[in-house]
């Protein structure tokens, strides 16, 4: 009787035991299609670090669009593009909204590895991020020579490269060209002269090439004005620029380091002598009216000094000496008219012995 019952019951606990294989595989297919849907990213901002800057390398946890608090990630480094052994750099904890972030200061350029261990269901998980690291290169000089004038060319970059080959560049239309390589000595440091032979306007940058541990690395770029000689060495950055030449009663107009018109002007008195030195216009009038003639292009606040016209021409049609003013520089009407025009507020003014 006892037989014939277990034998009844046997189909009964077959049924059992097969439905909780068919849980336990429930189960765990429902944990395994969580944890797949883990999803770790990281990216490093900014993108490429100048030595010796830093990084963040931030990112997200999340599994099926939401967010995994809580979650312990771990930093690992080692040399970029090496397969050299993993070493930890740093540990986190993920935020209410499964961010993170890791400070990182690279020397040279470094893969980094994201690592999630796994669990809050969610599966392990790893995000990989490789931000360049460029040297810092640096370029100096004087900003304007005369042609025919050598110029210095002075840099350095760090970290040291000593005996590495840097390239000194120069843009033409849109494009840099080489001009010049000089050696790094041991300091990591470089001086050259440079004579250009044409006058103008050169931009210049120095490059030292990509290598096994650091990107490229370019300066910032350096504008040198080479002038072109002119009688009173106005320089060419200046698009307007006015000489008064005491001694021999004549302003001198300049364009860009170029001689556009001369004239023949009556200056100060004795007692009220033409001031000496550099100024700017700070003002204009027109019409100026009375002994300031059509208009008026003022360049010194304390005694009113200006350049303007005349209503005594003849003053200024004499011979020189023209030492008929009290300091300002009197033209005929229709030659100051002209000056006027082209002569903005903010014009040098170099009155020369």
Request: aromatic residues 8%.
């Amino acid at each position: 009787m006892e037989r014939r019952q277990a034998i009844l019951n046997r189909p009964a606990r077959l049924a059992v035991l097969l439905g909780a294989v068919v849980l336990v595989l429930a189960l765990s297919a429902g944990t395994a299609a969580a944890a797949a849907a883990a999803q770790l990213t990281a990216a490093a901002s900014p993108e490429t670090v100048v030595y010796p800057g830093a990084a963040v390398i931030g990112g997200a946890l999340t599994s099926e669009s939401a967010a995994v608090q809580g979650a312990v990630l771990e930093l690992f480094q080692r040399p970029a593009g090496t397969a050299a052994e993993w070493l930890a750099a740093g540990s986190t904890t993920t935020a209410a909204d499964g961010s993170f972030s890791f400070d990182v200061a690279p020397s040279v350029s470094t893969d980094y590895q994201v690592r999630y261990g796994g669990g809050a269901g969610a599966a392990a998980a790893q995000a990989d991020v490789r931000p360049p690291v460029q040297p810092l290169v640096t370029l100096s000089s004087a900003e304007s020579i005369w042609l025919g004038q050598s110029v210095r060319l002075r840099g350095s970059v760090a970290p040291a490269h000593p005996g590495a080959t840097v390239a000194i560049e120069r843009r033409v239309s849109g494009v840099w060209q080489p001009l010049l390589t000089v050696t790094l000595d041991d300091a990591s440091r470089f001086s050259l002269p440079w004579t250009p032979v044409e006058f103008g306007f050169y931009r210049l940058r120095a490059r030292l090439d990509a290598d096994s541990d650091h990107d490229i690395g370019v300066s910032s770029s350096r504008q040198i004005i080479v002038n072109r000689p002119n009688a009173h060495d106005v320089p060419m950055q200046y698009d307007h620029y006015i000489v008064i030449v005491r001694h021999e009663y004549r302003l001198y107009y300049y364009e860009s380091g170029v001689l556009v018109r001369g004239f023949d002007v009556a200056l100060g008195k004795p007692g009220y002598r033409t001031p000496l030195g550099l100024f700017r216009i700070y003002g204009k009038r027109k019409p100026a009216a009375g002994a300031l003639g059509a208009c008026a292009m003022f360049y010194r606040r304390r005694g009113g000094i200006a350049i303007h016209g005349t209503n005594q021409p003849r003053l200024v049609r004499r011979p020189a000496p023209r030492a008929y003013s009290h300091g300002c520089a009197r033209m005929l009407n229709r030659h100051v008219l002209w000056l006027y025009a082209r002569v903005p507020v903010g014009t040098r003014v170099h009155n020369l012995r």
